[in-house]
Nanobody
Framework: QVQLVESGGGLVQAGGSLRLSCAASGSIFSINAMGWYRQRPGKQRELVAL???????SYGDSVKGRFTISRDNAKNTVYLQMNSPEPEDTAVYYC???????????????WGPGTQVTVSS
């Protein structure tokens, strides 16, 4: 079994900072891309940031220059540093990882349960 567990969500003031963490555990052979998605009230889930196994990153347009994604491969953990958050960043943030559980298995997407981030103005 593979589990992703997010932490670090909560209430933050606009212009402040917040760091989300997500640790993958269980039967893991390798992890390809890891990322953060969010779902704002009344909207579809959207990509926030993605980091590939080689370290290259991609960001949603609305967070470029404010959020930074990083990962610690030794800990199977991905982070999202949120600087200068805005009320529009209020959402449930979900961790995602593309994981191979054995050398011969296919890569499958796993999701965390989500963590609420609320940005006050």
């Amino acid at each position: 079994q593979v589990q992703l567990v997010e932490s670090g969500g909560g209430l933050v003031q606009a212009g402040g900072s917040l760091r989300l963490s997500c640790a993958a555990s269980g039967s893991i052979f390798s992890i390809n891309a890891m990322g953060w998605y969010r779902q704002r009230p009344g909207k579809q889930r959207e990509l926030v940031a993605l980091i590939r196994s080689g370290g290259t990153t991609s960001y949603g347009d609305s967070v470029k220059g404010r959020f930074t994604i990083s990962r610690d491969n030794a800990k199977n953990t991905v982070y999202l540093q949120m600087n200068s958050p805005e009320p529009e960043d209020t959402a449930v943030y979900y961790c995602n990882a593309a994981i191979r559980i054995t050398r011969y298995s296919t890569i499958r997407d796993y999701w965390g349960p989500g963590t609420q981030v609320t940005v006050s103005s």
